[in-house]
Every structure is written in C-alpha cells, then in structure tokens.
C-alpha cells in the first residue's frame, strides 16, 4: 500500500503568518549574514568594539571612543540614496546607548553621546517620543553643534521642533525652551541656501517676523516670493502677517515699487504713504504713481509741490494718447464695422439675419463700441456726418444704448469726447439724452479728470426732481462708474438721498445704491451701508420682487468687497429683512467679502447653499449667487481655480435648473480674458443646452472667457452658434455681444480683474465685471429686453493689456524685451528662468494672460520688478555694448 502524502500540513506551515514571519526574519537576518563584505564585517567588528569600551567604567576610555565613533559616522562613505552603513549597523545598539547616557556622571562625554544618539533618534526613534530633538537638547547647541551631522538631520529636527511646538501649545504648556534650537535650525537653513524650510519653521512657531533678520540682499527676493506665493493658502491673520513681513522685508532692503502692492493688499493708505515718502527719487515716485493709477488709488495729497507731471501719472491722463500711441504701431487704428466681425459670409446660412432689425442695430450697436473702445472712431457714430442717423435705427431704450456707445469709443479722452457727446445732451428725446448722459459717465472711467466733469454735468440730473425717470437712472450709473472706488463725500451725499427716497420707483433707488457700493467699494463704509438696509426695510415686499432689487444687494455687498470678516454685524441686522432679498443680500455679502482670497471654508459653505433643494416657492436667486460666488472666491489662487473648474461640472449634472444657469458665468468669472481650451469646450457644450438660460449664460460666458484676446478658435465657435441660433432673436443677440467681446478693443484689451503679474485684484475692475454677470442671472427680463445698458458697465473692467517704456524724462522708449509664459519658480534656489518658450519684441507689446515679460539685456534697469503696463527704465551705468547688439 501507497503511503499518503500530507500536503495539508505543508500549507498550514505556509498559510500561518507566525512561522512565515520567523522564516523570512530568519532567511533576511542569515542573507545580511552571508551578504556583508569583508569591509562591512570589520565596520561592524569596530562598532561593537566602540560600544563595549563605551560599557567600561574608565571615562578616559569613554572620550576616545565617543570622538572614534563620531569620526566614523561622519567619514563613511554612502550613496545619497541609502542610509549611511555606521546609522544601520548602530541600530542594535541604540537602545544600549540610551541606557548607558542615563547611567553616565561626566557632563562631556554625556553631551557627546546625546549628540550621536539625537542622530540615531532620527533614524530608529520609537512611539514618535522625538528623541532627535530630546537628545539634541540635552547635547546643548555650542559652537554649531546642530550643523555637525548635515542637512538632513536638520530638517528633521525642524520637523520635530514643529510637533513638540504643536503638542506644547495644545497642552497650554511653556514653548520657550524651544526658541534658542529654533533659531539655530533658521540660521542653518538661511547659510545652506534653504530658506523655505526657515520660514516654514519659523511658521510653526508662529514667529515668522523673526525671518526680517536672517534675510540678506542674496536671499531677500526669494523669500519674499516665497511669502507672497503662501499668502493665500494661510488662514487669516496668518496670511495678512505673512504680507506685512514681506513688506517689511522689501522696506528693509529699499525697494518701494514691491512695496506698494503689498500695502494695497494690506489695505492700508498709511503704508501707502510711508512708501511713498521711501522714494528716493522723482523717477520711483513716478513709477508708484503709475502702479496706484492702474489699481485706481488715488491719493493726489501725496504729491508736493503740486508736480503737474507725477499728478498726471496718477490721474491716469494720458492712458488715451499712449493707447492710441500703440494703436498706431500695431496698425489698429483703422474702424471695424459690426460686420467684419460677424463675418456672416462664413455662417453657413442663407436665411436673412435682418429679420428682427432694430434687435439686430442693438446688438450692432454693442459690437461697434467694444470692439472700436477708446480709439475715438469707429464706422457707425463718428465717421458719418451726423451719427444721430445711427441712433434712429434703434428703437426706444436701444437709442440710449446707442447715444451711450459713443463714451465706449472715445474712452479715456475727456476733452475730444465731451465736444463728440454733446450735441445729444440737447436733443429732446430722453432716451438719446439718457444715453449722451451715461457715456460721459463712462468716458473719464479709470482716468481723473481735473475738471470733475462728470459730476459737473451729471449732478444736476440726479438733484433735479423735474428730470424724466430714464435720465436719471442713466446720471446716477455715469456717476457710480465714473468715481467707482473714489470714496468722494460729495459723491455720496448725492445718491444717499435718492437710495432712502421711497417716493420714487425701486429701480432708481436700486442703482443708485449700486453707484454707492461701487464709489466706496471695500471702504465698508458704515453710513452708506445704513442707508440701503433702511431702503429694504422700508421697501413694499411687491416693489423688492422688481428685477432691480438684486441690485441694491449687490450695492450693499461691494461696500464689504475684500473686508473678509467685517460685516457680521450687517448680516445680524439682514435677518430682520423678511423679504427674500435679505438672504440674497447676505450671501452676496459673503462672497463679495471673499472675493479672490481662495478661502476653502467659504468654497464650502457656497456648495452647501448649491447643494439644498428648495421648493417651488422659495427664493433661488442665493443659489445662483452661492455659484457665482465659488468662482469669485477662488478666482485669485491657481490651485482653487483649477479646483473650482471641476466643481462647476458635478454642480452642472447634479445641480438644481437654477444652480446650473448660473455655472458657466461663474465659469466666465474665474477664467475671464483667459481662454484656456479646455474652458471653451465646456462652455460651448453648455450653449447648445435645452435650457435657454443656461445656454444664454453659456454663450456670453465664451465672450467674457475671450474677451480682448480675438482667439481664432472661439471666434469659429460663436460663427457657428450665431447660424445654430439665426431662428431665436433673444440667442443671436446674445452670441453678437460675445463675438464683440472677443474682439475688445481688436485685441488690445483685458478684462481680467487680475494685473501686476496676477497679484493685484483691482476692485473696481472685478465690480465692473461683476454686475453684468448678476444682471445675468436673469438675462431674460434684463440683458435681452430693456436694460441692455447694464452691459456698459464692463467699461469699469476694461484696461489695455499693454507693455510700455519710458526713459528717465518720461518720455516713450523702445526698449528690447523677451514675453514668454510665466513660469513659478517659487521656492527654487539660486535665478531661475521666470518665463519660457518666449519670443523678443521691441516695445510696446501687448501681453496676454499668462505671459510675462523680461528685459532682453542689461542695457537698463526697471523701477519695478514687474514689467506690465507703464514702466520707467533708467539706464545701467556698468552696461557695456556688444558688437552683436551695436550692429
């Protein structure tokens, strides 16, 4: 008989984790055995040898051994990528050592060995007790002794330092025996070309002031970059410190042109004019003039001695002439008419697109004045001998429209454009009046006029009982865009009373609040914000159901736009609102006040708003403005736009019908004048929904993403929508504002909020662009019947996206300069290329989104580290020409 085998007991023996683990513990332990070489075995033999002289009592023998075993560890040899032979074979003798430094009386050779063991500690330290930073205080840190084992060892230490930091402060116990190893670590890192990791300690400690004195004129830039760069992703006021430590830092070092964005971050007209006064020169005064007129600070009691030219730069004043200066050499001078736009011949249709003509002038009319804005021409209302014969085509509020394109095309030149516009001040129609009235609004937009025109000529419509509801409405939004962010008194004191009137329609009031919030936008201005709360509580709830209302929330909001965390004392007193604007109000207030901060806490609540389902009844509109909001929060941090991108798409499939119309404006917001592919393919996907008004906001969403950037590819795209949609007037006419959006000012111009290399939110610019988003949210009752007007205020948000250079007289130069792609080289050691796959260019340039700029050679030296829009060179002394570039 056959003797069976038992395989059962076999796959026991291999399925039973215990004798696996022995076998493998046993075949690993044997491997090293038969593995070491000769070389390893006699290291090996000399450590052990080191540990045992180490057990003997003689405290001479104890000295040798201890400088023999540092000397080893320190000498040996070892790839970057595995541990160092003396650490790995010490292992089995950790614990050995540790026991011998508690039994040990000599204070020296105690202090040695606690120097060996907080190496080891960082390698075999168990239940995470931190023995790296245990031993290492208790081996005292004289002489650089924390630099004795190398780079590594420090930043583990540092890390520790951070968790015993962390640990202390949780247990409400002393930090302070942690400072002096701190500060060593800092001084390591700042010697050894590791700034990062210092700041990053110095956080954890919450002493990131201290970096000012480690900083020299080698390190200062990156770490600053640096500090900047992590701003947004702190929580407040951690971010806010780490500005103002920048700031300081730049101060230390001189250098006023980087301070300046900083204090206007900061928020703080103090700081503003210590960098002012900091100048060492006219020239840097000149070049913060021209940094504060494109963020629209205007603070003109700075200015000494009353210096025509430096006033001039802050005012804004000749923004036309160099505008136009470019135009000439780019050769743009020459008039677009709507129709070299549309390019109809090129629509695949044969139907007549004049079927509904007057909607069809209207969406001309547009087209005409952004795409010919601020060139002073255009082939509708100037080049014909009467541009009247144009407004006539329109009909009622289309004529406003019309008589109001004219301050589109003659933007930023006061002196031509008043004598253009008024010849229609005078005409009887009000509509056409209303129109001449808001174009002179919108002609000195982002220019201060010395004469204060604007409110020379328009004040009087709004105090005038006797002036027809339309054209009042039309004083009181030139107005507000004209000395949007001015903080002007005497500004106020003529809306406040038209905001608390209740005797007049909501629509009046509505705006004038608008031109309030926009005039004191991010003041937080307390009288106002009284003023229009009064106005809501007073208000009938049949009047605050007016398409308009959402504009006196939004008014109300801006007044907080950037504040962050100053308006509870608004929100408690919104509560008392029992009509739906108060909600509407105080969501809006929330994103407004966070606004480009990229707080996620924010991000969250926002969603949470998207994510409720409502009834029929209840108000929706806080859900289109929770939407909005996302984008508006996260538009200033690149992580959390790329973030909120993918949000918006779970937010379009799973979102209530509301939610999802108000997605592709957010979409619009984060991505406005940038128009990435990918960005464009969702959109267009979205304008060929079933629902109108999502496709509606989709369409004009693709004209924001465009805007000024004359994209070839979204220009197909809207030439395919615009023969899709030739059968539905409201569509066509919405795809005819996109295609002159895309084509702003024939590619010369942004809208983005975002300058000085995208550090900068302007806040007029991002109010400008907001309103005609919100107007949006209900496009049907507003955009596409009669208050197409709202569309002007863009004009707020409107800037060249230029590059141009003046010599030390402020006169033009051609200057030579590489635009590339900006590159982040935060946090990378020595000079770094900033840009990539550029292209050289004498200037003036125009510069799209993502592009930077450089000075092709050394020939000068910019007053600003960041060249965008004006910027003042001074030529380099030690500069020597090459033949190269002489020839």
């Given amino acids: 008989m056959v003797e069976e085998k038992k395989p059962a007991a076999s796959k026991d023996d291999v399925l039973n984790p215990k004798t696996a683990a022995e076998k493998l513990t046993k075949k690993k332990a044997k491997d090293e055995q038969d593995e070491l070489s000769e070389e390893d075995q006699q290291l090996v033999s000399e450590l052990e040898m080191i540990v045992e002289r180490l057990k003997e009592p003689s405290v001479e023998l104890h000295r040798s051994a201890l400088e023999n075993l540092a000397n080893i560890i320190r000498t040996t040899a070892s790839s970057m990528t595995s541990v160092p032979k003396p650490l790995k074979y010490l292992k089995a003798h950790y614990e050995v050592l540790a026991c011998l430094y508690d039994q040990w009386q000599d204070n020296q050779n105690k202090m040695a060995l606690a120097s060996i063991l907080s190496l080891l500690g960082m390698a075999y330290d168990k239940d995470s007790k931190r023995d790296c930073l245990k031993y290492r205080l208790l081996a005292g840190l004289a002489n650089g002794s924390i630099s004795e084992w190398g780079h590594e060892y420090v930043r583990h230490l540092a890390m520790e330092i951070g968790l015993e930091y962390r640990t202390m402060v949780e247990q409400e116990q002393e930090t302070e025996y942690l400072s002096e190893v701190a500060l060593n670590a800092v001084s390591f890192f700042f010697e050894h070309n590791a700034e990062v990791d210092a700041v990053d300690l110095l956080e954890e400690l919450n002493r990131h002031e201290l970096v000012i004195e480690y900083v020299t004129k080698e390190t200062f830039e990156r770490v600053c970059l640096y500090m900047i760069s992590c701003s947004p992703l702190l929580p407040p006021p951690t971010d806010m410190g780490y500005l103002s430590t920048a700031r300081a830092i730049y101060r230390k070092f001189g250098k006023p042109s980087q301070c300046l964005p900083l204090s206007i971050r900061l928020g703080r007209p103090d700081l503003i004019r210590e960098d002012w006064e900091s100048c060492g020169t006219r020239l840097e005064k000149a070049q913060l003039a021209f940094i504060m007129a494109r963020q629209q600070v205007h603070m003109p009691e700075l200015i000494e001695d009353d210096d025509e030219e430096l006033l001039a730069c802050m005012n804004n004043a000749d923004l036309s002439k160099h505008y136009l200066n470019l135009a000439r050499q780019l050769e743009l001078l020459e008039p677009k008419a709507p129709e070299d736009i549309y390019k109809s011949h090129l629509e695949n249709t044969n139907v007549d697109m004049t079927i509904d003509s007057a909607r069809h002038n209207l969406a001309s009319t547009f087209v005409n004045a952004f795409v010919n804005a601020g060139y002073g021409t255009d082939k509708l209302m100037t080049t014909s001998s009467d541009g009247s014969e144009w407004i006539y085509k329109n009909k009622d509020l289309g004529m406003l429209s019309a008589s109001a394109s004219l301050g589109m095309i003659m933007l930023w030149d006061a002196d031509v454009g008043l004598n253009q516009i008024d010849k229609y001040q005078h005409i009887s129609d009000n509509s056409i009046k209303a129109g001449a009235i808001l174009a002179i609004g919108m002609l000195t937009s982002s220019v201060h006029d010395e004469t204060d025109s604007a409110k020379a000529l328009l004040s009087e419509y709004i105090t005038d009982e006797d002036s027809p509801a339309i ?169 959390g736009s790329e973030m909120s991108l993918r949000t918006f798409d779970h937010l379009m499939h799973y979102g209530e019908p509301f939610v999802r119309r108000a997605v592709p404006l957010a979409i619009a917001l984060v991505c406005a004048s940038n128009p990435l592919v990918g960005v464009l393919d969702t959109l267009n996907k979205f304008s060929h929904d079933n629902d109108k008004a999502v496709a509606s ?182 500069y020597v020409e090459n033949e190269e570039e002489s020839l």
């Fill in 697 to 878: 906001s989709a369409i004009f969403g693709m004209g924001v993403v465009g805007a000024g950037t004359n994209n070839a590819r979204l220009a197909q795209l809207l030439r395919q929508l615009a023969a899709y949609y030739h059968k539905d007037a409201d569509l066509l006419f919405i795809v005819r504002i996109a295609q002159g959006l895309l084509h702003m000012g024939k590619g010369a111009m942004t809208i983005n909020p975002y300058h000085h290399d995208r550090s900068l939110l302007s806040h007029t610019a991002l109010a400008g662009l907001l309103i005609p988003i919100v107007a949006m949210t209900n496009a049907e009752k507003l955009i596409m019947t009669d208050s197409h007007f709202l569309l002007y205020y863009l004009v707020r948000a409107m800037y060249p996206r230029f590059l141009i250079t003046f010599d030390e007289e402020l006169e033009t130069i051609n200057a030579s300069v590489r635009v590339g792609q900006a590159v982040d080289a935060v946090g990378q050691v020595g000079r770094p290329k900033t840009i990539t796959g550029f292209q050289s260019h004498e200037t003036p340039v125009l510069l799209a989104h993502s592009e930077r700029a450089q000075l092709a050679t050394d020939k000068y030296i910019p007053l600003t580290n960041v060249l965008e829009g004006f910027v003042i060179l001074k030529k380099n002394p030690d």
């Fill in 471 to 639: 054209v009042k409405l039309a004083a009181i939004s030139g107005i507000g865009i004209a000395y949007a962010g001015t903080n002007r008194e005497d500004i106020l004191d003529l809306l406040l009373p038209v905001i608390g009137d209740t005797g007049i329609t909501i629509d009046l009031s509505s705006i004038a609040a608008l031109s309030a919030g926009m005039v004191c936008i991010g003041s937080g201005n307390g009288d106002v914000s009284t003023v229009i709360l009064q106005a809501m509580m007073e208000r009938m709830d049949s009047e605050l159901n007016h398409k308009y209302a959402r504009f006196m929330a939004l008014g109300l909001s801006l007044l907080y736009l950037g504040t962050q965390d100053t308006f509870d004392t608004i929100q408690e007193t919104l509560k008392a609102v029992t009509h739906p604007i108060g909600k509407q109000a105080s969501t809006l207030m929330q994103v407004c006040a966070y606004a480009g901060t990229g707080n996620v806490l924010e991000v969250q609540k926002m969603l949470h708003i998207c994510a409720e389902h409502l009834g029929e009844k209840e108000d929706q509109l806080p859900q289109a403005f929770a939407v909005i909001g996302v984008g508006l929060i996260s538009m200033g941090e690149g992580i």
